[in-house]
């Protein structure tokens, strides 16, 4: 997994660099990135990289690129980017030449542009691109389907897995004893070498093993043939699911071609935390009661296949369709010392009173948290939710503020147009904008999905969030503690390898020993939780640094 040079390129942030040869290999995928600084840096590429330099090399040793075609070091590389202005006026003819003949993109760079502030964009991006791709929807619920809503969306994050690295993926759950697969292709490469499912984390034929990661327990496990070290062999990454310290499934990843590159093994954590939250999704109890329209809010929220009757006749009842279209919000009082729901006929009555009342029907869910079902059709032309129907949300808070100055109502909204199948997935997603919005936008009463950026698709606990932020918020008020931060950001990146991060950040390893003390004496992280480490890591992705 990894990103093709042309879709990099079209980015806002690269819009002045430009191709100057091997435009032919614009598809090529970038699966990594390193620096040429070195004559025979290339001979240790592994391919698909995208290559930086600033032209020293080449001053230096105008032959060093011939050199690594003619011994085919270079053929295999995804692009080469070049600052212009540094150290070549122009790259040589026959350079140029070899890069176009060979279908490589050769790209010139501005130079004010620093490498770290580059691969950073190029990491992000890609980061950007897999969370938009594992925030799986569930869909609708088919009649006649005996897909319960957990195996829909374990098949479709499987699904997602295989479509975006072209791995087959596997989850085996414990209590079920079952297991699921992303298609036929994991069941086939299974069978062709033997295996069973429970090999996949405890294999019983030879094999090594080796840990990818502590944060998640990550870990591959390759076979190994005794009798003929030359016959093909497999390996498969493992990530056990635990809650409450029991493991509760295992996610697998086969890696039946080629070992996976470094953005395909950041999308399995991405993968994982998706699994891992659906499992928190499971174990969460919700109660059902009231009537009218509230109890088939209620039927919707909890619906399976075998509850389709059951919806479509209490939706009968309430003059309602299934296949109507609706914006769903969830709002929230969010004085503790109030009730919203011991207020319910003054409320209800603001509400029909309020522009907001003829668009939509609204049901308590609990004390003081409700939904709101805005009709599709009878928004404006274009269908869709405005910044005028936000404010027409405003409006009925306001006025129930006006009524009961101790309330106050905030909103989230998921902003995907769903059914009644569909409310359950859009009052979850619509309770996370809106405890992610107090946090990352404070001192707004609505929030919608789209501007509370990736943070919303990852179940990071509201405490440790706001912990997170405000802590760095706090460094951010100083120009010098940046520094600090972009020290951890790259620490974290490199597995908390202090040689490693000081080779990346061109500084002497004590400066980093340094600065992550430094950093530990200013914040509580506990570095040594992976959890905490993880989420770390992805928090940092999105700040301003």
């Given at each position: 997994?990894?990103?093709?040079?042309?879709?990099?390129?079209?980015?806002?942030?690269?819009?002045?660099?430009?191709?100057?040869?091997?435009?032919?290999?614009?598809?090529?995928?970038?699966?990594?990135?390193?620096?040429?600084?070195?004559?025979?840096?290339?001979?240790?590429?592994?391919?698909?990289?995208?290559?930086?330099?600033?032209?020293?090399?080449?001053?230096?040793?105008?032959?060093?690129?011939?050199?690594?075609?003619?011994?085919?070091?270079?053929?295999?590389?995804?692009?080469?980017?070049?600052?212009?202005?540094?150290?070549?006026?122009?790259?040589?003819?026959?350079?140029?030449?070899?890069?176009?003949?060979?279908?490589?993109?050769?790209?010139?760079?501005?130079?004010?542009?620093?490498?770290?502030?580059?691969?950073?964009?190029?990491?992000?991006?890609?980061?950007?691109?897999?969370?938009?791709?594992?925030?799986?929807?569930?869909?609708?619920?088919?009649?006649?389907?005996?897909?319960?809503?957990?195996?829909?969306?374990?098949?479709?994050?499987?699904?997602?897995?295989?479509s975006e690295m072209?791995?087959?993926?596997?989850?085996?759950?414990?209590?079920?004893?079952?297991?699921?697969?992303?298609?036929?292709?994991?069941?086939?490469?299974?069978?062709?070498?033997?295996?069973?499912?429970?090999?996949?984390?405890?294999?019983?034929?030879?094999?090594?093993?080796?840990?990818?990661?502590?944060?998640?327990?990550?870990?591959?496990?390759?076979?190994?043939?005794?009798?003929?070290?030359?016959?093909?062999?497999?390996?498969?990454?493992?990530?056990?699911?635990?809650?409450?310290?029991?493991?509760?499934?295992?996610?697998?990843?086969?890696?039946?071609?080629?070992?996976?590159?470094?953005?395909?093994?950041?999308?399995?954590?991405?993968?994982?935390?998706?699994?891992?939250?659906?499992?928190?999704?499971?174990?969460?109890?919700?109660?059902v009661g009231n009537?009218?329209?509230?109890?088939?809010?209620?039927?919707?929220?909890?619906?399976?296949?075998?509850?389709?009757?059951?919806?479509?006749y209490q939706a009968?009842?309430?003059?309602?369709?299934?296949?109507?279209?609706?914006?769903?919000?969830?709002?929230?009082?969010?004085?503790?010392?109030?009730?919203?729901?011991?207020?319910?006929?003054?409320?209800?009555?603001?509400?029909?009173?309020?522009?907001?009342?003829?668009?939509?029907?609204?049901?308590?869910?609990?004390?003081?948290?409700?939904?709101?079902?805005?009709?599709?059709?009878?928004?404006?032309?274009?269908?869709?939710?405005?910044?005028?129907?936000?404010?027409?949300?405003?409006?009925?808070?306001?006025?129930?503020?006006?009524?009961?100055?101790?309330?106050?109502?905030?909103?989230?909204?998921?902003?995907?147009?769903?059914?009644?199948?569909?409310?359950?997935?859009?009052?979850?997603?619509?309770?996370?904008?809106?405890?992610?919005?107090?946090?990352?936008?404070?001192?707004?009463?609505?929030?919608?999905?789209?501007?509370?950026?990736?943070?919303?698709?990852?179940?990071?606990?509201?405490?440790?969030?706001?912990?997170?932020?405000?802590?760095?918020?706090?460094?951010?008020?100083?120009?010098?503690?940046?520094?600090?931060?972009?020290?951890?950001?790259?620490?974290?990146?490199?597995?908390?390898?202090?040689?490693?991060?000081?080779?990346?950040?061109?500084?002497?390893?004590?400066?980093?020993?340094?600065?992550?003390?430094?950093?530990?004496?200013?914040?509580?992280?506990?570095?040594?939780?992976?959890?905490?480490?993880?989420?770390?890591?992805?928090?940092?992705?999105?700040?301003?640094?």
């Amino acid at each position: 997994m990894g990103i093709a040079v042309k879709e990099l390129l079209a980015l806002e942030y690269f819009k002045d660099f430009y191709v100057g040869a091997g435009r032919g290999g614009l598809n090529k995928e970038i699966q990594g990135v390193t620096i040429l600084e070195a004559p025979d840096a290339t001979r240790w590429a592994r391919g698909k990289e995208l290559i930086l330099s600033s032209g020293y090399v080449v001053h230096q040793d105008p032959e060093c690129i011939c050199r690594a075609f003619k011994e085919g070091n270079m053929q295999g590389t995804a692009a080469m980017m070049i600052k212009r202005d540094r150290y070549l006026d122009q790259i040589p003819e026959e350079i140029a030449a070899l890069f176009e003949e060979n279908d490589i993109p050769l790209i010139s760079m501005p130079f004010s542009i620093p490498w770290m502030e580059l691969m950073s964009q190029i990491n992000t991006e890609i980061l950007n691109r897999t969370i938009r791709r594992f925030n799986i929807s569930t869909g609708k619920i088919l009649p006649g389907s005996n897909q319960t809503y957990k195996e829909q969306k374990i098949r479709r994050i499987l699904k997602a897995v295989e479509s975006e690295m072209h791995f087959p993926a596997f989850l085996y759950d414990l209590a079920e004893e079952k297991g699921y697969y992303s298609s036929p292709n994991f069941p086939q490469i299974t069978s062709a070498y033997g295996l069973t499912e429970k090999d996949f984390w405890e294999t019983s034929l030879p094999h090594t093993r080796h840990t990818l990661s502590d944060d998640v327990n990550m870990f591959r496990i390759r076979l190994i043939n005794q009798e003929d070290s030359e016959e093909p062999r497999v390996s498969w990454i493992t990530i056990p699911i635990v809650m409450n310290d029991i493991t509760q499934a295992y996610f697998v990843v086969m890696e039946d071609r080629e070992f996976l590159d470094y953005y395909d093994e950041f999308a399995i954590r991405i993968a994982f935390i998706v699994l891992q939250n659906l499992y928190e999704q499971i174990l969460a109890v919700q109660s059902v009661g009231n009537v009218g329209f509230e109890n088939l809010v209620h039927v919707a929220l909890d619906a399976d296949e075998k509850d389709t009757e059951k919806l479509v006749y209490q939706a009968n009842i309430q003059g309602i369709s299934v296949s109507d279209q609706y914006y769903f919000a969830v709002f929230q009082q969010e004085n503790p010392k109030a009730s919203a729901r011991s207020k319910r006929t003054d409320i209800l009555e603001i509400f029909q009173k309020c522009k907001l009342g003829q668009l939509s029907r609204m049901a308590f869910l609990d004390e003081n948290e409700g939904v709101l079902l805005i009709q599709k059709d009878s928004l404006k032309k274009e269908s869709k939710l405005t910044k005028d129907d936000y404010a027409l949300l405003r409006e009925f808070g306001s006025r129930v503020q006006e009524k009961f100055p101790p309330m106050k109502m905030t909103f989230g909204l998921s902003l995907k147009p769903g059914t009644l199948v569909d409310l359950r997935e859009s009052v979850e997603k619509s309770r996370r904008v809106l405890e992610m919005g107090r946090i990352i936008l404070p001192g707004r009463t609505v929030w919608e999905y789209t501007m509370l950026g990736p943070l919303t698709w990852l179940n990071i606990p509201k405490e440790e969030l706001g912990s997170l932020l405000d802590g760095y918020r706090k460094l951010l008020e100083e120009e010098k503690n940046r520094e600090l931060l972009k020290t951890l950001k790259v620490y974290l990146e490199n597995n908390m390898n202090y040689s490693t991060t000081a080779e990346k950040m061109y500084v002497h390893i004590n400066t980093i020993r340094k600065r992550i003390d430094k950093i530990n004496e200013m914040i509580t992280i506990d570095l040594k939780d992976p959890v905490s480490r993880l989420k770390n890591q992805l928090l940092l992705q999105y700040l301003a640094l």
